[in-house]
């Protein structure tokens, strides 16, 4: 088991942006871009970089695992800024976020417009529901759990820093309590730190270190 890992989100997202804006207007949107390509706003970059001095300040992180996306991607190099010495960094697509097939890009107000009967299940949040063309929690649970796996074999007693979504750390809370603790779909903070040492989970879902970061 590697010694700690550590697992960041992402800082705020141009489509988090649009979507709150959205939501604040009472408007449907659809973004016209692939969800891999969405990067970081002009808050979610501070944000990066206020994560980056608190990585910092800490035991140094000896392994990087990334998410792909654009967005992720940003963030490490954000923090990687910061650091004393970036380590090695690997981008693995099984901590991409959770893939939306036809509902990629849509708020809920377009998801209602163009498929009504996927509101109630995405509001119950149904761990095995797929939408259209997409994937579930489980397939993202499957796949996080295949690079625990592997994190396992070739990390073990070393600090890893894994740099995704929110559902990859949802889904990796699930994981390594080995599926003992209930899915709780709790909102992950942007840029929010969530700690396993030994496998034992000490810090989760941490925003401290953005303070009164304005707007």
Avoid: K
Wanted: charged share 25%.
């Amino acid at each position: 088991m590697p010694l700690t890992i550590t697992a960041v989100r992402h800082g705020e997202s141009e489509s988090n942006v649009a979507f709150a804006r959205a939501e604040a207007e009472g408007r449907a949107v659809v973004l016209g871009q692939p969800d891999g390509g969405v990067g970081l706003s002009e808050l979610g970059r501070r944000q990066a970089t206020a994560l980056g001095r608190r990585l910092a300040q800490g035991d140094p992180q000896e392994v990087v695992w990334c998410s792909p996306y654009r967005r992720a991607v940003q963030t490490w190099e954000l923090i990687a800024a910061e650091l004393p010495e970036a380590p090695a960094v690997r981008f693995d697509s099984r901590l991409g976020d959770r893939r939306m097939g036809r509902l990629s890009g849509m708020n809920l107000a377009a998801i209602e417009q163009y498929y009504p009967e996927e509101v109630e299940v995405l509001l119950r949040r149904d761990h095995h529901h797929r939408p259209p063309a997409g994937e579930s929690f489980a397939d993202v649970a499957a796949r996080v759990a295949e690079a625990v796996r592997d994190m396992r074999a070739e990390c073990a007693g070393r600090r890893v820093l894994v740099v995704a979504h929110d559902a990859v750390v949802l889904m990796l809370r699930h994981v390594l309590a080995e599926a003992a603790r209930a899915i709780e779909h709790v909102p992950i903070g942007n840029t929010s730190v969530s700690v396993w040492r030994s496998g034992e989970l000490v810090i989760f879902n941490d925003v401290t270190h953005l303070g009164e970061m304005p707007a």
